[in-house]
């Protein structure tokens, strides 16, 4: 009798492994088996001469003007703009599931912008913002495209928090400002730094607003991101550059993604 | 009083958020004056229109579906299964959905290459199924299962396939639309892919053709915008229940 329940077990988990197959083989030649190629190009000098150069197409990427600068924004946009996002987030967060009103229909106004395609709203963009010529608009548009996201994931945090945790501050007197600054919040700092995380990760995704709306290879200066680097050197194919820079920014997001997540494992423990 | 300027303030923030979805439609009708001109000279003078609309559809139906086949099964064996490194695989997935797409562009490029898939339809969809995010989030809200169902249902049948599909889908329902909707959503959005896989201009999606836009005759961007809201928008307001349900992460 066990012996043959344990036989059964055993092929059911085989199943289970056989059932991840499909999704690991795609993910192994689209991109892991690829991306050892990158990191291959990114340390040879060139097509034709494939001796080893080291980190000089490192160093030629590092010491590039342009470099800089879309290292400079992207680091900008993560310090400028995702606090704002988050705190922007919270408060309507706050407001939807505290407050005392309509608040579905209300929601979905929040939250639509999330699914807009880029493309079909840029026009408008272009329109609103045509007299001014800094960084603002595509900070906007990056604000108004992502707090949806982290509507959900915040209003799902506060409308689980038990409501008898409150009762105790209302008894002293503790106004709404007070308990939610005091309670609600730390109550769910995990779901707020997961929030500003994954705000972090779309900062580094922001290209394809800031291509739509500016319609250029070349933006100004102050709209130059790390992407828009990248997807210049794509379009030339020159490969050792584009490889030293792909790996560039799979560290710089690396470091910042394991960083992030181990804060957050360090919190809840 | 102070209380009812809260609530006009917020709900007028509400509306800010729509508003420029609601001035799209009202430009796509005005051209000097109010008019139907737009979307005459888009509906009718702008044939390649319809072609790379119906080439959005196709692309993000197709790798809506096709990605749900390969990442449930995936998430499954990732919950379910007792094997070492599980756990490695599974932060492999996170890494991957949380990489800006320009780290990952390069290596699909260099893949699709060596199999002679640039410049094909294939060559758009492929990379797209197998990417993490489906993986990820399906996988976050599966680890809340009822496994008690599960066992009993195994005790019936030995095919995975069916326990999949009769025990684990209706299960997971909400979560399953809410991936359906963001996948579909950002495969109508995508645009690096097909302005760097693709060089035919019959091939091309939508996001490539309001880039180009202005080079077509006539004040077509606006009615094209509204065009492009449509399927989306329609898709979340008819799901929006499912959307924030469905996603734990």
Redesign the interface.
């Known amino acids: 009798m066990n012996k043959k329940r344990k036989k059964i077990r055993l092929s059911w988990n085989k199943k289970c492994c056989i059932c991840m197959f499909p999704a690991i083989i795609g993910t192994l030649v689209f991109s892991l088996i690829p991306f050892i190629r990158v990191v291959y190009y990114s340390g040879i000098k060139n097509q034709f001469d494939t001796s080893f150069a080291l980190f000089s197409n490192y160093e030629r990427v590092w010491k590039n003007e342009y470099f800089r600068i879309a290292f400079k924004n992207s680091v900008q946009l993560i310090l400028i703009c995702v606090p704002i996002l988050v705190v922007i987030a919270i408060l309507i967060s706050l407001i939807l599931v505290f407050g005392k009103m309509q608040k579905r229909r209300i929601q979905i106004a929040f939250i639509l912008p999330m699914v807009i395609p880029t493309a079909g709203i840029a026009v408008i963009w272009r329109q609103f913002f045509s007299e001014i010529d800094n960084i603002i608009p595509v900070y906007l548009l990056f604000i108004w495209k992502n707090v949806g996201i982290c509507i959900i994931l915040l209003t799902a945090a506060f409308a689980s928090i038990q409501k008898d945790v409150y009762e105790a501050a209302y008894l002293e007197g503790a106004n709404s400002v007070r308990r939610h600054i005091y309670m609600t919040l730390p109550i769910s700092a995990p779901t707020i730094f997961f929030t500003t995380l994954l705000s972090i990760v779309n900062s580094f995704r922001i290209f394809k607003e800031s291509y739509l709306y500016y319609g250029t290879n070349y933006p100004p200066d102050y709209g130059y991101t790390l992407q828009y680097y990248m997807n210049n050197h794509f379009l030339k194919l020159n490969y050792q550059n584009l490889s030293a820079s792909a790996v560039f920014s799979t560290l710089f997001a690396g470091i910042v993604i394991a960083a992030g997540m181990s804060f957050i494992r360090r919190f809840q423990n | 009083m102070k209380k009812y300027l809260l609530?006009f303030l917020?709900?007028m923030?509400?509306?800010l958020?729509?508003l420029?979805?609601l001035?799209?439609i009202g430009?796509s009708f005005w051209q000097e004056k109010l008019s139907l001109q737009p979307w005459i000279d888009l509906l009718l003078d702008t044939p390649v229109f319809y072609k790379m609309f119906w080439n959005s559809m196709f692309y993000a139906s197709v790798i809506t579906i096709l990605e749900l086949c390969?990442?449930t099964?995936?998430a499954?064996?990732?919950v379910?299964?007792?094997?070492r490194g599980k756990k490695i695989?599974f932060m492999?997935?996170?890494?991957?959905m949380?990489?800006?797409?320009?780290?990952?562009?390069?290596?699909?490029?260099?893949?699709?290459r060596?199999m002679g898939l640039l410049n094909t339809r294939a060559g758009i969809i492929?990379?797209m199924?197998?990417s993490?995010f489906g993986?990820v989030v399906l996988h976050q809200y599966m680890l809340n299962l009822d496994e008690a169902q599960i066992e009993a249902a195994?005790l019936e049948t030995d095919s995975?396939i069916k326990i999949?599909m009769y025990v684990v889908a209706p299960q997971m329902k909400a979560c399953i639309i809410a991936t359906s909707?963001?996948l579909f959503?950002e495969c109508?959005?995508m645009?690096?892919q097909p302005m760097?896989f693709l060089k035919e201009e019959r091939l091309q999606n939508?996001?490539v053709f309001?880039?180009n836009a202005?080079g077509y005759e006539g004040n077509v961007?606006?009615p094209?915008?509204?065009i492009?809201?449509i399927p989306?928008?329609i898709?979340?307001?008819y799901f929006?229940d499912a959307?924030?349900k469905g996603?734990?992460?």
């Open positions: 609530k917020f709900l923030s509400a509306l958020f729509i420029p979805i001035s799209t430009m390969v990442a099964p995936c499954f064996g990732l379910t299964s007792k094997i695989i492999i997935y996170l890494i991957l949380m990489m800006p797409l320009q780290v990952t562009l390069l290596p699909n490029y260099i893949g699709l060596e492929f990379p199924i197998f993490a993986i195994r995975v999949l909707v963001f959503a109508f959005n645009l690096e760097l939508l996001t309001m880039m202005s961007l606006f094209a915008s509204v492009f809201l989306v928008s898709l979340y307001l929006n959307l924030e996603i734990k992460l």
